[in-house]
C-alpha cells in the first residue's frame, strides 16, 4: 500500500507569549532550555542570545526557589536592554510560590502538575474515597487560581506540562502509569483553568518512550475534542539522549504526531548544548509544514502488512536520517504490528541503511539490538558535567547488547522517568551519584569518580554484564 504524503494541520486557539504566538495559525514555534545555573546571569543572558540568534522562538529556565527567579528577573532585564526580546519561560517544580512569583514578570511559566501542589512521588498507592479526591481536586483549583489571577493581571501565560516520569502518586493511585494518567494530570488542571475563564495555556505530555508520548498526545487531543477544548500542544520527546540515538528518538514521536497535523511548539530535549536542539526542532518542523521539500525529495513510502519501505532522494545525509526516522517510525506501529524497516537513498551504503533501519526501528520500540540509553537534556539542575559523564557511561556498558540505562541529572524526573529502565545514574547532590535497578534506588550517594564502576558491579552481580 503505497501511502500518500498529505499535511492539514490540527487547528488550535491562539496563546500569547510576550510578542509571539503559539497556535492559532501561528508557525510552529522553535525552543529550548538553558542549561546555565540560573543564578549565573552573565553566562544566562550570552546563552540565551546566542540560542535567539540561532533561532530559539522561546528560551525556558529552571527557577528551584526564590533566589533563581530573582537571577531571571536580572537576566530579563539585561536582554530587554540588549534588544533580545525572546519570550522567557521559567520552569517550576515543587514549589508554586516560585510560579507566582515568577509569573509576575517572565512570559510563560511551566508547572508540572505531578509535583504543582503534590508532594514528590514516592511510588505509594493511596486508596482515596470519592470525597477524599474531589477535596484533593479542591485544593489543586484554590492553590491554582492563585496563580491563574496573577497570570491574568501580567499577561503571562501557562504551559501544563505534564511528565510521565514525575506523575504524582495520586494519579497513579487512581489511573496507573499509563496515558490515561497523563491526559487526566493535565486535564485537570486544564479544566480549572477553562473555569476561570483563563485561555492563556500550553499543552505537553512528555515520555522518554515514543509510543508513550505519541498515543499521550493522541489521547489529550481527543479528550480536549470530547471537551470543545482546542488549546496548542507542545511536542518532545523527554530524555531523549545525544548524538544520532537522541536524534532519531525525537524525530520519531514528534515526527509521528507532525504527520498527523499535531504540534503548536517544538523542543527536542537532547543531552548536548541547547543550540544544538534547534536545527534538529526546525528540520522536522520545515519538513512536514513545507509539504514543497517532501515532493522534491521525491519521498515514497511502501507500507505492507510485514514492511515499510522507504525511499528518498535526500542527499544530504543528516536530514536523510531526520526524515526517514520523522516518516517511518509511526508506521511501524500504528496498526498495532510491529514491522520490518527498508530505507532506500543514492547516497548511502546498503551497511549503513541496514545500521539506521535498526535505530529507527529500536527508537520506535519495536527493536532492542544494543545498549539504550535515556538521558536528560542539561538544565541549571544538573548536578554533573552530563555529556561527559554519558560517554563514560557509554564507554563502559556499550557492549551490553538489550539493556537499557538511564543517565539523569537530577531527581525531578529521573526515579519515574527511567522506570522502565534496567538502570539508572542519578546525580543526587553535587558530586554525588545514586545508582537504581528499574525505580528502585540500590546504591545512595556514592562519589561521582566511583559511580560507573559501581554501576559496572551492580550489573555483573545481576549476571548481566
Keep these: 500500500m ?17 510578542k509571539t504566538y503559539i497556535g492559532g495559525g501561528s508557525p510552529i514555534r522553535i525552543q529550548t ?20 540568534n540561532a533561532g530559539a522562538e522561546l528560551m525556558r529556565f529552571t527557577t528551584q526557589g526564590t533566589k533563581e527567579v530573582e537571577s531571571l528577573r536580572v537576566v530579563a532585564d539585561i536582554l530587554k536592554k ?44 493511596i486508596d482515596y474515597t470519592e470525597e477524599e479526591y474531589a477535596a484533593e481536586l479542591n485544593r489543586l483549583k484554590n492553590r491554582f487560581c492563585i496563580l491563574l489571577d496573577i497570570c491574568k493581571k501580567n499577561g503571562t501565560a501557562i504551559r501544563i506540562g505534564v511528565n510521565h516520569g514525575s506523575l504524582s502518586d495520586r494519579i497513579m493511585s487512581r489511573y496507573g502509569d499509563t496515558p490515561a494518567g497523563m491526559v487526566e494530570s493535565c486535564m485537570e488542571f486544564l479544566r480549572v483553568a477553562v473555569a476561570e475563564r483563563f485561555s492563556n495555556v500550553v499543552l505537553s505530555v512528555k ?75 526546525r528540520e ?23 514492511q515499510v519501505t522507504y525511499t528518498s532522494s ?23 504490528k510491529s514491522k520490518a524497516l527498508k530505507l532506500c537513498s543514492p547516497n548511502m551504503s546498503d551497511e549503513e541503511l541496514d545500521v539506521l533501519s535498526k535505530d529507527i526501528r529500536q527508537a520506535a520500540g519495536v527493536l532492542r539490538y544494543k545498549t539504550e540509553y535515556v538521558s536528560c537534556p542539561s538544565c541549571g539542575r544538573t548536578l554533573f558535567d552530563l555529556p561527559q559523564v554519558i560517554r563514560n ?11 537499557k540505562i538511564a543517565v539523569m541529572g537530577c531527581i525531578v524526573n529521573g526515579p519515574g522517568e527511567m522506570s522502565d529502565a534496567d538502570y539508572g545514574y542519578v546525580g543526587a547532590a553535587r558530586g554525588k551519584v545514586s545508582l537504581y535497578r528499574g525505580k528502585v534506588c540500590v546504591v545512595k550517594n556514592i562519589e561521582q569518580d566511583k559511580a560507573v564502576e559501581a554501576l559496572l558491579q551492580l550489573i555483573k552481580e545481576d549476571g548481566r554484564g
Design 82 to 125: 540588549n534588544g533580545c526580546e525572546v519570550p522567557l519561560v521559567a520552569d517550576v517544580h515543587f514549589n508554586p510560590n516560585v510560579a507566582d512569583l515568577a509569573a509576575q514578570f517572565v512570559q510563560k511559566v511551566r508547572i508540572n502538575p505531578g509535583n504543582y501542589i503534590d508532594p514528590a512521588r514516592q511510588f505509594r498507592h
Design 284 to 306: 522536522l518542523r520545515d519538513y512536514f509544514v513545507d509539504s514543497d521539500s517532501i515532493r522534491y525529495h521525491g519521498v515514497m513510502l511502501d507500507v505492507t502488512d510485514e
Design 393 to 403: 557511561v557509554r564507554a563502559a556498558t556499550g557492549h551490553l547488547a538489550g539493556l
Design 314 to 336: 535526500q542527499t544530504d545525509r543528516s536530514l536523510f536520517v531526520l526524515q526517514s526516522a520523522a516518516e517511518c517510525g509511526r508506521l511501524l506501529w500504528n496498526d498495532g
Design 207 to 281: 515520555s522518554s518512550d515514543t509510543r508513550v508520548m505519541v498515543e499521550t498526545v493522541r489521547l489529550l487531543v481527543n479528550t480536549m475534542d470530547k471537551e470543545n477544548m482546542a488549546f496548542p500542544i507542545h511536542l518532545g520527546v523527554t530524555e531523549a539522549g545525544e548524538g544520532s540515538d537522541g536524534r532519531i528518538r525525537s524525530a520519531v514521536g514528534i515526527g509521528a504526531l507532525l504527520a498527523e497535523g499535531i504540534g503548536d511548539t517544538i523542543r527536542v530535549s537532547l543531552s548536548e548544548p541547547p543550540e544544538n536542539e534547534l536545527p534538529v526542532a
Design 2 to 18: 503505497n501511502v500518500l504524503l498529505t499535511y492539514q494541520r490540527r487547528v488550535s486557539c491562539a496563546v500569547k507569549v510576550g
Design 33 to 52: 532550555m538553558a542549561n546555565t545555573d540560573t543564578n549565573d546571569v552573565p553566562g544566562s543572558v550570552e546563552q540565551t542570545m546566542r540560542c535567539a
